[in-house]
T-cell receptor, first 110, second 111 residues
């Protein structure tokens, strides 16, 4: 079982819609969770961190964490073509090691 | 803002060459990491370091070594480059429970 799993996509949404990206993790004791955005040919860029159960909002982005279900999600409201990228879920596990999912490719169609 | 600088954006090397990838961070972070990223395989950890002169193997250390003589600098060395080491190499740093901060990446091609 992989430490972090994401649907690879590709996920396509029309401009203005909500994009929903999901991630599950295997280490139940993990405490820190991150979403990175990576444009083609570029390095990952941190967009959200979440540490406690519930929702955390930052502009058009909302991260959701459910530790009981070992599930993290990222919602992007009012999706824009500039949101087209690969989104990486990252988890800091109990061994203080980062694990990344393989990423979900998102395309926002104008 | 944290700045992680990788010395080269693109590199082309020949098989058998010794290759040095340099990474410098300006935030006094204790922890530094080298990853490679390949399509379909995601990010894979090569080596990491928790302090000066310390190094730990990651998931795929074979064919690589590292050097950390100063806190701000973490170098990745390909002892004898091979074509299967053609990849995007990413350096990252962090401190405490903070997230990883990545450099801009080095696209290495070995011919």
């Amino acid at each position: 079982q992989k430490e972090v799993e994401q649907n690879s996509g590709p996920l396509s949404v029309p401009e203005g819609a909500i994009a929903s990206l999901n991630c599950t993790y295997s280490d139940r004791g993990s405490q820190s969770f991150f979403w990175y955005r990576q444009y083609s040919g570029k390095s990952p860029e941190l967009i959200m961190s979440i540490y406690s159960n519930g929702d955390k909002e930052d502009g058009r982005f909302t991260a959701q964490l459910n530790k009981a279900s070992q599930y993290v999600s990222l919602l992007i409201r009012d999706s824009q073509p500039s949101d087209s990228a690969t989104y990486l879920c990252a988890v800091l596990n109990t061994g203080n090691q980062f694990y990344f999912g393989t990423g979900t490719s998102l395309t926002v169609i104008p | 803002d944290v700045k992680v600088t990788q010395s080269s954006r693109y590199l082309v090397k020949r098989t058998g060459e010794k290759v040095f990838l340099e990474c410098v961070q300006d935030m006094d972070h204790e922890n530094m990491f080298w990853y490679r990223q390949d399509p379909g395989l995601g990010l894979r950890l090569i080596y990491f370091s928790y302090d000066v002169k310390m190094k730990e193997k990651g998931d795929i250390p074979e064919g690589y070594s590292v050097s950390r003589e100063k806190k701000e600098r973490f170098s990745l060395i390909l002892e004898s480059a091979s074509t299967n080491q053609t990849s995007m190499y990413l350096c990252a740093s962090r401190t405490g429970p903070s997230p990883l901060h990545f450099g801009n990446g080095t696209r290495l091609t070995v011919t």
